[in-house]
């Protein structure tokens, strides 16, 4: 079965192919970033008019990439939610009118379903079930995963999400939206040990997060310090051995609560490398594994959408195929059941 993806949530245009029986054929991406980053973040309607603009050169492309065409489409799945409503309408519109015309069934996706599931897209991907630890600018949700569509809460962020940290942290610093990557970067240059910082809710016997005071410290440091380049990484490089070390620190926890010996890492701050590096160490101490997306896939992309929409149309075949044209800017994953 050939599945399009097609997400449109937030602001990347994301096409992909992906076929059941040989996996994803072809992808494309186009990131708005550049188009937001004069106003500090995302403005909605500018994002709802792009993605009009990208979305079928970038069917086009993934089509011809693949050397195939929009008649060998069997289904096509969608971003529904939750995300900007005039964004996912975009993607919802393109979807159902193809599916229309070609005869196909459609389906809506969620799109943090998309994310969690983007690392099995890899090679080697781990078996159900797992501990998914999905860390995004608005979620950073601990998950025990034993199917499609069957996901058990373990822990959430109180507050503030672990991206959303480091974009405000980013923000403190004078850096440029998005500021995950920025903060990264500049903390490559930091000095260990100059600063201090806390790790709230750390040995909180749960595995819940809160971020919130930890962004407060950093306004604290910020506005105790001239904030010349060095200072900057200084407070840059504490930030993110604060926030990896928590994340890290939740998910050992979350494996021996569980019993469970694979880890998966989805979500843009997935991309962290000291992040990466933190939860290889601990993993492999304790002989467990963990599995990340490529880099590209962290962040959102039509791969994940063609994957998720893939795997639910899969368990639908036979079945009659439904169409809707509604968006769900929320959309709570805990909604989410397994396909029947
Ligand atoms: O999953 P995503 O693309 O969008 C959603 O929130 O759905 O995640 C974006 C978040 C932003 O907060 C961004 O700053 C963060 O992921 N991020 C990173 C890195 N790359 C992206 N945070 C830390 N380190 C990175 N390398
Ligand atoms: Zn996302």
């Not at 109180?158 to 970067?185: I, N």
């Not at 051995?241 to 569980?258: D, P, S, V, W």
């Not at 000291?274 to 880099?295: D, G, I, S, W």
Request: with cysteine.
């Amino acid at each position: 079965m050939l599945v399009l993806g097609i997400e449109s949530s937030c602001d990347e245009t994301g096409i992909a192919l992906y076929d059941t029986e040989r996996g994803l054929l072809a992808h494309a991406l186009h990131s708005q970033i550049e188009m937001h980053s004069e106003y500090g973040g995302v403005v909605p309607e500018l994002a709802s008019r792009d993605h009009i603009r990208r979305a079928l050169p970038l069917i086009q492309k993934v089509l011809n990439d693949a050397k195939l065409e929009l008649s060998d489409i069997n289904g096509i799945a969608y971003t529904q939610g939750p995300g900007l409503s005039g964004a996912l309408l975009v993607g919802t519109s393109i979807a159902e009118s193809l599916a229309f015309t070609l005869n196909v069934p459609t389906i809506g996706v969620h799109h943090l379903e998309g994310h969690l599931l983007a690392p099995l897209l890899e090679e080697n991907p781990p078996q159900f079930p797992f501990v998914a630890l999905l860390v995004s600018g608005g979620h950073t949700q601990l998950m025990k995963v034993t199917g499609i569509g069957e996901y058990v809460l373990l822990g959430d962020t109180l507050d503030d999400a672990a991206g959303e940290a480091f974009d405000k942290t980013a923000k403190l610093l004078g850096l440029d939206y998005p500021g995950g990557p920025a903060v990264s970067k500049l903390a490559n240059q930091g000095k260990k040990g100059r600063f201090k910082l806390p790790r709230p809710m750390l040995n909180s016997g749960d595995l819940n997060f809160s971020f919130s005071g930890l962004k407060t410290a950093v306004l604290t440091l910020a506005n105790q310090n001239e904030l010349d380049l060095q200072t900057k990484a200084d407070i840059a490089y504490e930030f993110q051995e604060a926030a990896t070390e928590i994340l890290t620190t939740k998910c050992m926890f979350a494996l021996r609560e569980t019993g469970l010996d694979n880890l998966i890492v989805s979500g843009g701050v997935g991309a962290n490398k000291r992040l990466r590096e933190q939860l290889n160490f601990a993993t492999k101490r304790k002989l467990c594994h963990v599995h990340y997306p490529r880099l590209e896939f962290c962040t959102d992309n039509g791969a994940m959408i063609a994957y998720a929409g893939a795997m639910r149309l899969k368990a639908l075949e036979g079945t009659q195929p439904s169409h809707s044209f509604t968006v769900r800017p929320r959309w709570d994953l805990a909604e989410l059941q397994k396909p029947q």
